[in-house]
């Protein structure tokens, strides 16, 4: 089926247009030798049926050459989830079913289908904190997963929850037990016929470093770090050299030098533990990966790309890869096919749909590339990837921050406001939420909600560009004196000589104290007038 689902997909307008001007052709030709009497009747319903055939089968057949590969569906496979006294269903930290899915689904799925990694498929869930099947499902389907496969432990026996994307209702697959066995493997493939093979290795993954891998993907480095029975090992050491260099870019501030990268004690300890494995050329694509990325921050643009393209060639399913390849220049990308670093980053989110790093700055390169206009393409598609993001991670600050400040670029204040709105009740003590929610009801006009908001920044904490905000809140709306007093509050509170808020509050003091002149002179010249003209007329 999925063959003659390729075939049908390859029929684009223009290739309909084209097959059906062939046959328009070869019959407007039987025609003509039909009436040119170069072909008698007898003959002509024969050679008809035979030429259309042939060129049927000709159409058929160039159509199967140039087809394009239907997109893959992907399939997720869940942690184990357990049912408690209550009837309720939670998910377990045990990912070794998962783990095992991940692992060898690359080589024995059929081609059309895609193992969504667990690894994925947790860092995804840990940012938002949510250990519920509706939760994995709700997140599942948000990705478009054609199968979201579910195993469930309960008092009653285990089985294994399917559900499709077409169906709500799962089907319940009964199992002797929930574990890495050919059993359970070819049960699977029995209901779903998703493998060109079942015959899954019957090892199963270090339980050792499946927990370190999971503390990795919580960010709980030290733990991770800290597990017992994580013996030296290529995957022990790719997984420490991981955590060594999340740590590592997690410890980068704004600002930093190539000298303080070249001599973080992270880096360092990376190299000595991967370097050996490169020499002895056995290193894996994982390691390649994050040598690549460290040569990015050491500013050896070279090196880091032949690692990281050595590492897709090795694994070319990893969306992380396409990630790291987009902070390459174009020219560097051309031999990949790719034309624009915003290509390289389709590409991961193609394969990680829920990737949320790759989404956001997919997000801002459309808003970037594009006009800025309400409108725009741009603009338009910046929208709504953040606006998907939104609803694969309903309570991420940095998320609705991002959609919001769009709102208010191109001029959509309710609506900028209706997300603060959302922010703040997520986190009412932020200082900066209240600020943001305060500019958004100044644009608005509205005055004393916005200075309700500027007041609560400035108690939170001591807000810097809230005083500036509140004193222009009070120009606008004739207060001049106390919106004096606040300019000069930001202008006492400057953090620098580039300081440009306090710059801005330094023109608000000049423009109220020149129209405070202004109004002085014009109060004097006409009393100087009226003088002139009582002297003038000799009346008072």
Known sequence: MDFFEQILLGLTPGRIALILALFAALNLGLWFFLKSRLLDHSQFR????????????????LLAIVRQPLPQKIIIFTPLFERNDHGQAQATNDWSLAEAFSRNGRALLKKRYLAYRWQWLAEARNRQKEQDIQSYLRYGRLISAEIILLPLKTVSGDSLLIYRQQNPEPVRLAVAALDNSSAFWDQLQRQTGIFRSSKFPESGANQTLLAAELSLTAYQYDSARQLPGLVASPQADELLARIDLAQALSGIKPGSTLSDHQTNPYFKAIRDRLLPYVRERRETPGMALILGKMAMYQDDFTQAEVLIKRALAEDPENSRIYFELSSFLPDRLADLGFNTRREALEKAVKLDPGYYAALLAL?????????????????????????????????????????????????RFADAHRIFKQILLEYPESADAHYNAGTTCFYQQKFDSALTRFSTAIRLGNHLESYLFKGITFRQTGQRDSALFYFRERVRRKTGDDDRYAKEAMHGIRRILDEIAREEDLIKFRADSLKNLQQATGKP
């Open 46 to 61: 024969s050679h008809s049926l035979r030429l259309n055939g042939l060129l049927i089968l000709f159409v058929f057949i």
């Open 363 to 411: 997000a801002n390169d459309y808003y970037q590339q594009g006009s800025g206009t309400p409108q725009g393409f741009g603009t338009t598609k910046a929208l709504e990837i953040l606006e998907q993001l939104n609803l694969l991670y309903p309570t991420d600050p940095v998320i609705k921050t991002r959609l919001a400040d769009i709102f208010v670029k191109i001029g």
